[in-house]
């Protein structure tokens, strides 16, 4: 069982930055896939960025502007967003997932509560 709580959303004006972190329990946070994932009112939910065991994959929209990492030893995963845009305003969740990485949002099995992120224009 892991448990996911995101921090770090907030207001910011178009192309400001934020880094959004998930702090995750468990001893064995190593072994799980994450991803962050967000839903705009009104949409679905869609993958934006995972982190398996090396490098992060992306969405096309935040490609280029957006960084996911990891820091195994604080059990913490963080997306680093730059250049936001107003488009990227949306509910941003953390999720986990035993196996390998996916951009699915029904593979993963954990999920935060969320964090709400708003770009003004």
């Known amino acids: 069982q892991v448990q996911l709580v995101e921090s770090g959303g907030g207001l910011v004006q178009a192309g400001g930055s934020l880094r959004l972190s998930c702090a995750a329990s468990?001893?064995?946070?190593?072994?799980?896939?994450m991803g962050w994932f967000r839903q705009a009112p009104g949409k679905e939910r869609e993958f934006i960025a995972g982190?398996?065991?090396?490098?992060?994959v992306y969405a096309e929209s935040v490609k280029g502007r957006f960084t996911i990492s990891r820091d195994n030893a604080k059990t913490t995963v963080y997306l680093q967003m730059n250049s936001l845009k107003p488009e990227d305003t949306a509910v941003y969740y953390c999720?986990?997932?035993?196996?390998?990485?996916?951009?699915?949002?029904?593979?993963?099995?954990?999920w935060g509560q969320g964090t709400q992120v708003t770009v003004s224009s």
């Open positions: 999720a986990a997932r035993r196996g390998l990485l996916s951009r699915i949002r029904d593979d993963y099995e954990y």
């Open positions: 468990g001893r064995t946070f190593s072994t799980y896939t």
């Open positions: 982190i398996g065991w090396s490098n992060g």
